[in-house]
């Protein structure tokens, strides 16, 4: 008889990586939770009340695109980037009323290289921790894993990001700046405003001897262009 999972998911195609790996598995999604046998959570985004929780016979699992405790809340992948992390990774977890806080089941570390941007690291995650997922749901249904409390006192957290936290400060760093780039890819996006008051997205940047470097940037209104093809009709500008 197949296990019946209600699944909640809310980022499109990222969540769907999730939910195929459990088709796939065999499980049955069914649409309520009260029909379920458990829940599955994946980049849903919202906070699931308790009541819900404790719907499902066995409750719900959370996959959360961090190696908690650090970065627990709504924005870990691009925490971890403009942090300047060398690694992240998924954790699956027993949801419980407090957001990511819950005992743990599973983890995997993956390496973040130098150009991930938020978007090619939650699609490295999405794919690594649907594998996981699967594999863990398995173990955790025959009692072969014993979830592990987390250290809260070693929690950070992450925000809710808005559009203007794209903005660029020019006091920050250079390297700061390029992690934002790569952070903020493709939403809320980075930029800064020119002297006639619009918007230059930065698109793709690098530092060269601790200055930050454009590659491609995108003036408000105007396609995307190199770097060298802005400068060519703004001769003028200064960071």
Not at 9 to 15: E, V
Request: some cysteine; proline content about 7%; charged content about 25%.
């Amino acid at each position: 008889m197949k296990n019946k999972i209600v699944f909640f998911g809310g980022f499109k195609g990222f969540s769907e990586i999730y939910l195929n790996a459990l088709k796939s598995a065999g499980f049955e999604i069914v649409p309520r939770a009260e029909d379920a046998d458990f829940g599955v959570i994946a980049y849903y985004g919202k906070i699931i009340p308790k009541a819900v929780l404790e719907l499902p016979k066995k409750g719900f699992l959370n996959a959360h695109p961090s190696l908690l405790p650090r970065w627990r809340g709504p924005s870990p992948v691009q925490a971890a980037i403009l942090a300047g992390d060398k690694t992240t990774g998924v954790t699956i977890h027993i949801a419980i009323e407090k957001p990511d806080a819950g005992p743990i089941l599973a983890q995997k570390e993956i390496p973040i290289l130098p150009r991930d941007t938020c978007l090619s690291l939650t699609g490295k995650l999405a794919e690594e921790g649907a594998s996981l997922l699967v594999q863990t749901v398995k173990k955790w249904l025959s009692g072969e894993i014993v979830p592990k409390e987390q250290d809260s006192s070693k929690a950070t957290f992450t925000k809710l990001i808005k559009k203007a936290d794209g903005e660029i400060d020019w006091s920050k760093p250079a390297e700061y700046i390029e992690r934002m780039v790569r952070a903020y890819d493709p939403w809320p996006g980075t930029y800064t405003k020119m002297k006639n008051g619009r918007i230059l997205k930065i698109k793709k940047a690098e530092v060269v001897n601790g200055v930050l470097k454009p590659i491609i940037v995108q003036p408000e209104g105007k396609k995307e262009m190199s770097w060298e093809a802005f400068l060519r009709g703004h001769r003028d500008w200064k960071m």
